[in-house]
């Protein structure tokens, strides 16, 4: 019953941005904590992004800061990961997931896989010239 369904994933040149949206359907994202990880193929499940639902604080892995943005758009129960200055090693399949948990996001643990409940299934992003 509960959803979210990744989109925005694509092929893209070294330097170029993409957009992924992560949007849930059967529950009201806004009183959720939300993440994005990200999975290379023989690599460990890394998070990148996440965003709390009490105070909207944000955290971005040392990695993507600086490139990559995280946002809210409550009206569609839609959360964006802006991806900027993509590079090859960015290459992956990202994932969003949820948690009803306010403040998650205020450090780095809110990047840590286990603490979120509800998981979409992946949208591939390849960084290639």
């Known amino acids: 019953q509960l959803q979210l369904v990744e989109s925005g994933g694509g092929l893209v040149q070294p330097g170029g941005s993409l957009r992924l949206s992560c949007a849930a359907s059967?529950?009201?994202?806004?009183?959720?904590?939300i993440g994005w990880f990200r999975q290379a193929p023989g690599k460990e499940r890394e998070g990148v992004s996440c965003?709390?639902?009490?105070?909207?604080?944000?955290y971005y892995t040392d990695s993507v800061k600086g490139r990559f943005t995280i946002s809210r758009d409550n009206a569609k129960n839609t959360v964006y990961l802006q991806m900027n200055s993509l590079q090859p090693e960015d290459t992956a399949a990202y994932y969003c997931a949820a948690v009803f948990l306010p403040g998650v996001c205020r450090g780095v643990a809110g990047t840590s896989p286990w603490r979120y409940d509800y998981w979409g299934h992946g949208t591939q992003v390849t960084v290639s010239s």
């Open positions: 965003i709390s639902s009490s105070d909207g604080s944000t």
């Open positions: 059967g529950f009201t994202l806004h009183y959720y904590s």
